[in-house]
Every structure is written in structure tokens, then in C-alpha cells.
């Protein structure tokens, strides 16, 4: 199972996220406004988004 994350205002970055890579993607809604953030914490696969 992946998790994701949507940050905001306080939450830009998880330092203890292990970085695997970034991907943009396209959404019916527009661009977001960062790319997505893959990786692993704890064990655990996650993606975060900045907003």
C-alpha cells in the first residue's frame, strides 16, 4: 500500500522521507503546484505533495 500526503502552510518537506525520485503530472484539474515527492519513511512508501 502507498500512502500520500498533501502538505500546506507548516508542512513543505518530511525530513526523515528516504527520496526515491519526483514525477509531474498532468491532472484534469491543472498542473499542482509542486512535483510529487516519492519515497519511503519508515518502511512505508509514500508520496508527498507540497501545496
Known sequence: MTLAIIGGTGL?????????????LATPYGEP?????IGELNGQR????AR
Open 12 to 24: 513543505n518537506q518530511i525530513s526523515e522521507l528516504t527520496l526515491s525520485g519526483e514525477q509531474c
Open 33 to 37: 503546484s509542486a512535483p510529487y515527492v
Open 46 to 49: 509514500l508520496i508527498f505533495l
